[in-house]
């Protein structure tokens, strides 16, 4: 069976302080995509990075940063520096050779001024 | 490029009425989804369509919920009859043959009363 998880269901902190979401996932294919949503209050998903189980490089975009480790099925996402516009819910999602999407059950992320 | 278009962004209806939600796809994105969001929750997804094809609608409450993409482009989603518990966020998706990426509409936002 395939599962995400996102244990942290709200995170408040202040503006510019750095924060981490977490995200543990399991699936018993060898082939998988893993990806984060953001969805700020005007409703719509959207994408900000795709990884494939081959690849565990991590990457930088900016303020954002993701650590995908396949040793403790993990793909966790660090804001560096947070802003006020980074608030919103996100979301991590899980997709299988199985061509189906399963997401998390999202982590809300309020950055005070 | 212009995004998923959705309409309508709002909609209130009363239990036992029938309700259908528009989506227009990114242009050429073969693979087309309904997902469901219920408030607090991830998208889960009804129903998957490749060209005008079902893929997955395991999910999909056929006793009420009803989807076609008749043209293999635009598709429309119906709930009939409605019931409380359908009030949620229905999003639609599509992607390309390639990426496994999904693109997001903005949603429509279902109040059952």
């Known amino acids: 069976a395939q599962k995400v998880t996102q244990a942290q269901t709200e995170i408040s902190v202040v503006e510019k302080e750095d924060v981490t979401l977490d995200c543990v996932y399991e699936?018993?294919?060898?082939?998988?995509?893993l990806f984060w949503y953001k969805q700020p209050p005007s409703g719509e998903l959207v994408f900000l990075i795709r990884?494939?189980?081959?690849?565990?490089q991590n990457e930088i975009s900016g303020r954002y940063s993701w650590n995908f480790q396949k040793s403790t099925s993990s793909f966790n996402f660090t804001i560096t520096a947070s802003q006020v516009v980074d608030s919103a819910v996100y979301f991590c999602a899980l997709y299988s050779s199985a061509s189906k999407i399963i997401f998390g059950s999202g982590t809300r992320l309020s950055i005070r001024p | 490029e212009a995004g998923v278009a959705q309409s309508p962004r709002y909609k209130i209806i009363e239990k036992r009425q029938s309700v259908a939600f528009w989506c227009n796809p990114i242009?050429?994105?073969?693979?087309l989804y309904w997902y469901q969001q219920i408030l607090g929750q991830g998208p889960k997804l009804l129903i998957q369509f490749q060209n005008n094809g079902v893929v997955d609608d395991s999910q999909l409450p056929k006793d009420r919920f009803s989807a076609e993409r008749l043209k293999g482009v635009d598709s429309t989603l119906k709930i009939q009859p409605a019931k409380l518990e359908d009030s949620a966020v229905y999003l639609c998706?599509?992607?390309?043959?390639?990426?496994?990426?999904?693109?997001f509409g903005p949603g429509t936002r279902l109040l059952v009363l």
């Open positions: 998706a599509s992607r390309s043959t390639g990426p496994e990426t999904q693109y």
């Open positions: 242009s050429g994105h073969a693979t």
């Open positions: 990884r494939n189980s081959f690849d565990e």
């Open positions: 699936t018993r294919d060898t082939t998988y995509y």
